[in-house]
């Protein structure tokens, strides 16, 4: 799944009568070597993927399974959608991080995902870590999402827009700053220009080589932490996000509680079939 630009983030979605070995799961991602390999089953097994409402979901990336992935679900709802033409008005998904359902919206996906709260982080247990991914660049906020094992690190809002699309992370100094497992991602975000267009209210960038991958291009679980963090700050729940990769995203979040609606949209690139 992509943009016809090249932009937003690639996903494989495979739809399998059956479960498979977790071995083979793996090896299927790894060979994809996309950020995500998604793997969608029907729960009932007199159901088919045009008729059932529920579905168990799994995401590999080419080294592990993740407990939450966010453009790898849009791309699963939109072959049921739009490929499998599934009449359902609301599809489920049953996953590592729980329910998660999906609607369309007019030319959009709406996923409902959970919200992640983060707490501040003591500067000097994660201060190589900070180095590794934003050098000497000062910081306006620093938090911890343990939910989400995510560091959050906000640059000062004397930073311009160029101080986060200009960050060159060392994947190997980031890793071996923290090998403990409670860090799996970083997320670096700044402030937007909601008043000048498009009016975004927030940009961000996410890493995670612990999960073998630099950089993620578009990231929605990164936005269940971001979508609160900012929320909070600017006051209001409907926000307009961009995530300022080399291929770059839109993402359109709503707060709503406990949870998060996330839209976005698809665009389908290749068909096939595997053989196993």
């Known amino acids: 799944m992509d943009c016809a630009d090249a932009a937003g983030n690639p996903a494989a979605v495979c739809l399998l009568q059956k479960p498979l070995s977790e071995e083979l799961y793996q090896k299927i991602a790894t060979e994809m070597n996309l950020p995500e390999t998604a793997f969608v089953i029907c729960k009932n097994t007199s159901d088919s993927f045009s008729t059932a409402s529920r579905f168990s979901l799994r995401w590999f990336t080419p080294t592990n399974e993740v407990s939450l992935c966010g453009h790898?679900?849009?791309?699963?709802?939109?072959?049921?959608?739009?490929h499998k033409k599934n009449a359902n008005r609301v599809i489920v998904f049953d996953t590592l991080s729980g329910e998660l359902c999906n609607r369309i919206r007019g030319d959009c996906i709406v996923m409902d995902f959970p919200i992640y709260t983060s707490t501040p982080q003591e500067p000097h247990e994660v201060a190589e870590l900070v180095k590794a991914v934003v050098g000497d660049l000062p910081l306006e906020d620093l938090q911890y999402s343990e939910d989400s094992k995510t560091l959050l690190l906000r640059l000062a809002d004397t930073c311009d827009i160029s101080a986060l699309t200009s960050l060159k992370p060392d994947p190997e100094r980031m890793m071996k700053s923290e090998h403990t497992g409670k860090i799996k991602g970083v997320s670096v975000t700044i402030k937007g220009a909601p008043d000048s267009q498009p009016g975004y209210d927030f940009f961000s960038r996410f890493f995670t080589p612990w999960n073998g991958i630099t950089e993620d291009p578009v990231t929605g679980s990164a936005h269940?932490?971001?979508?609160?963090?900012?929320?909070?700050?600017?006051?209001?729940?409907?926000?307009?996000?961009?995530q300022s990769s080399s291929r770059g995203g839109e993402l359109d979040l709503e707060v709503k509680g406990h949870r998060l609606d996330i839209a976005g949209r698809t665009v389908f690139i290749l068909q096939g079939t595997l053989s196993l």
């Open 224 to 242: 269940s932490i971001l979508a609160k963090y900012w929320a909070d700050r600017l006051g209001k729940q409907r926000l307009l996000a961009y």
């Open 72 to 82: 790898a679900t849009l791309a699963s709802s939109a072959i049921l959608f739009y």
